[in-house]
Nanobody, 125 residues
Framework: QVQLVESGGGLVQAGGSLRLSCAVSGRTSSIYAMGWFRQAPGKEREFVAAIRWSTSSTYYSDSVKGRFTISRDNAKNTVYLQMSSLKPEDTALYYC??????????????????WGQGTQVTVSS
């Protein structure tokens, strides 16, 4: 089992920055990739970014590329999502997820095995 706890969400003005954290515990040796997803009211959960646990290869959705950065700190078993130049359309509940098996772009939420409870990000215009 893997447990995930997100933190760092909040209210920020457009153009501002936030850093989300995802604390990972349990069988971290089973993790192949970590991902960040988000879900706005009335919309489907969408991929934001992913990172391979062992190689740190990263993947981003087109909507956040160049503005968001995913990273990890192995010593702290924590994955981060640094968000800059935030836009009102970035407003959503952000989830951290872990996947055990191999994935290429690691973008599909249905293929992730473990999920955190989510942290709310609200960007005001």
């Amino acid at each position: 089992q893997v447990q995930l706890v997100e933190s760092g969400g909040g209210l920020v003005q457009a153009g501002g920055s936030l850093r989300l954290s995802c604390a990972v515990s349990g069988r971290t040796s089973s993790i192949y990739a970590m991902g960040w997803f988000r879900q706005a009211p009335g919309k489907e959960r969408e991929f934001v970014a992913a990172i391979r646990w062992s190689t740190s290869s990263t993947y981003y959705s087109d909507s956040v590329k160049g503005r968001f950065t995913i990273s990890r700190d192995n010593a702290k078993n924590t994955v981060y999502l640094q968000m800059s130049s935030l836009k009102p359309e970035d407003t959503a509940l952000y989830y951290c997820a872990a996947r055990r098996g191999y994935c290429n772009g690691c973008t599909s939420p249905s293929t992730y095995d473990y999920w955190g409870q989510g942290t709310q990000v609200t960007v005001s215009s």
